[in-house]
């Protein structure tokens, strides 16, 4: 299997802050890289797929970029109701793995 | 706009089956890869495995070889529903457990796949 490694594994950033969210895979997986986002309670929420593409209907304050092994997701200006949990998912090979979430708290 | 429901057991003892079914509201049944994914109690996501319906055809399933002699994921066309069978259930596999909607996009060759809609999650809680 295909391990994914995010760091941090919590951060803590004020309203307006910029924070970046690193995925790390075991192997290359080219741009095979999703991201969700989890609030509590939830199920998670689709965010972007193939490392950069944001899904529609998500603010544009998401990003993501990478390539090879290594991914990031970014949020730019943080707003409150971004405080949940990250996860990072590849769709290389099977089977499908996911990150062990990143967890964010709004200061 | 596909919508997801989820319903099943929630409580079960060790060594029994569980099983969940998942009905597809919108959108087409057919082409997709249908989902099951689980998250054990404050950790995170695993995925199950998937079906692949085709109109017409019976689905291909792939499973996570840490569940593949346990699982069977199946739908049933005339009610856009798929379900999820686990066997002989243990206490590792008390978690919350999603259906999902798999989508491919030729963004990237070949197609890259992403979960783009979930169902609202059944918590199974597998307690003697």
Known sequence: DIQMTQSPSSLSASVGDSVTITCRASQTINNYLNWYQQKPGKAPKFLIYATSNVQSGVPSRFSGSGSGRDFTLTINSLQPEDSATYYCQQSYGSPLTFGGGTKVEIK | ?128
């Open chain 2, 1 to 128: 706009q596909v919508h997801l429901q989820q319903w099943g057991a929630g409580l079960l003892k060790p060594s029994e089956t569980l099983s969940l079914r998942c009905a597809v509201y919108g959108g087409s049944f057919s082409g997709h890869y249908w989902t099951w994914i689980r998250q054990p109690p404050g950790k995170g996501l695993e995925w199950i495995g998937e079906i692949n319906h085709i109109e017409n055809h019976s689905g291909s399933t792939t499973y996570n070889p840490s569940l593949k002699s346990r699982v069977t994921i199946s739908v049933d066309t005339s009610k856009n529903e798929f379900s999820l069978t686990l066997s002989s259930v243990t206490a590792a596999d008390t978690a919350v457990y999603y259906c999902a909607r798999g989508l491919l996009s030729s963004v990237v060759l070949p197609s890259i796949k992403y979960l783009d809609s979930w169902g609202q999650g059944t918590l199974v809680t597998v307690s003697s």
